[in-house]
């Protein structure tokens, strides 16, 4: 076992930076494994203004002074930043609350739609087995509003934390702009001097990752606003919260729309029932995501990640269990970034054997 072990080491190994991007990995999973909450400000900060920098460097290649450019990014993103979370997110967040209350009358009103199945196929339903969904959906929708109620009592002890972040992520923004270049020497002093193989992987995953990342912004954004425009002019209720659904539904590839399609189609059912709106709605919802598909994600993605799409689901459900929100959102940079990890990973041939001779 000590042999396999000590064969492993020296073709894997055998670098001192190889060790030392090992031990970097390492200590960055267990950092935000252990006490991620606790820099969940500090990480979310980094986050955007890796995203704003985008912008400020555009303006600087216009021949604009860098405080120009860090100035005019960081005045979008309060712009953008305030406007979420004092605008958007309390709609919504009123939005889901109605919709909870409004859940019984959709359950009742479903509850005669199914009514007519057993007379019409009796051989697949039965009254007992619908008396039996009907009930674990009541039971559930009664959860549901009763966690929405408690977390609502139980935010009020954290408004304190929150307007702590309010203050304390556009500062941390704005310097993470301001003094990109100083913060970057600062951490690359405590690398060694000659880093072949983290320049490598770095200036691979730079371009890429920044260019997923400010793409994938860009797309929950149209998506998001198309959607809630279209819902709001044809009078559908929960129009907000419906449009930001749709506009967080992209992060996650292939399943996301999928999930979203069914709460948009049981709201405008239980509004209109199955009329012209309805069916007026639903096609306006499938040309969304079609040209989602087919024309946006192809401008914004010009670059195609090359990974299979069980790597990216796979990604999705490991990253998104491990960091939530923040890690299904970068669980296509980040599988690869160990793509590229494991290519550009230095590697030795197996040592061979020591020949044996043979004495006469």
């Known amino acids: 076992m000590l042999d396999i072990f000590g064969k492993?080491?020296?073709?894997?190994?055998?670098?001192?930076?190889?060790?030392?991007?090992?031990?970097?990995?390492?200590?960055?999973?267990?950092?935000?494994m252990t006490i991620g909450d606790?820099?969940?400000?500090?990480?979310?900060?980094?986050?955007?203004?890796?995203?704003?920098?985008?912008?400020a460097a555009q303006l600087q290649r216009h021949g604009l002074p860098q405080w120009v450019g860090v100035s005019v990014a960081f005045l979008v993103f309060v712009g953008a930043f305030f406007g979420f979370i004092l605008g958007l997110l309390p709609m919504a967040w009123?939005?889901?609350?109605?919709?909870?209350?409004?859940?019984?009358?959709?359950?009742?009103?479903?509850?005669?739609?199914?009514?007519?199945?057993?007379?019409?196929?009796?051989?697949?339903?039965?009254q007992a087995q619908l008396n039996q969904v009907v009930g674990v959906a009541q039971s559930e929708i009664a959860e549901f509003g009763q966690t929405l109620v408690t977390r609502s009592l139980a935010s009020i002890p954290g408004i304190l934390t929150l307007l702590v972040y309010l203050i304390l992520i556009p500062i941390l923004v704005f310097f993470f702009l301001k003094d990109r270049q100083q913060i970057l020497a600062w951490c690359g002093s405590f690398l060694p001097q000659e880093r072949p193989l983290l320049r490598r992987i770095w200036s691979e995953m730079n371009t890429q990752v920044a260019n997923?990342?400010?793409?994938?912004?860009?797309?929950?954004?149209?998506?998001?606003?198309?959607?809630?425009?279209?819902?709001?002019?044809?009078?559908l209720r929960y129009a907000a919260l419906l449009g930001l659904l749709v506009g967080l539904s992209v992060i996650i590839p292939y399943?996301?729309?999928?999930?979203?399609?069914?709460?948009?189609?049981?709201?405008?059912?239980?509004?209109?029932?199955?009329?012209?709106?309805?069916?007026?709605?639903?096609?306006?919802?499938f040309i969304i995501q079609a040209l989602d598909g087919n024309v946006l994600v192809p401008l914004l993605f010009s670059e195609a990640v090359n990974l299979h799409p069980v790597a990216i689901i796979i990604a999705v459900l490991f990253f998104g269990g491990i960091w939530g929100l923040w890690g299904v959102f970068f669980a296509i940079p980040l599988a690869t970034l160990i793509k590229a990890i494991i290519h550009a990973w230095p590697t030795r041939a197996d040592e061979p054997l020591p020949t044996q001779q043979t004495t006469e």
């Open 8 to 32: 492993w080491y020296r073709r894997y190994l055998f670098e001192e930076e190889s060790v030392l991007l090992l031990v970097l990995l390492t200590l960055s999973v267990v950092l935000l």
């Open 94 to 126: 009123r939005q889901l609350l109605a919709l909870a209350a409004e859940m019984p009358r959709m359950l009742d009103q479903g509850r005669h739609l199914l009514g007519v199945l057993p007379a019409r196929y009796p051989e697949f339903f039965n």
């Open 255 to 285: 399943i996301g729309a999928a999930l979203v399609t069914l709460p948009v189609v049981m709201v405008a059912y239980f509004q209109w029932g199955f009329g012209n709106d309805f069916y007026y709605l639903v096609l306006a919802y």
């Open 38 to 55: 606790i820099l969940a400000p500090l990480l979310a900060a980094i986050v955007l203004a890796y995203l704003m920098q985008g912008l």
């Open 212 to 235: 997923y990342a400010r793409g994938k912004v860009l797309e929950i954004l149209i998506v998001g606003i198309t959607s809630y425009i279209c819902f709001a002019w044809m009078g």
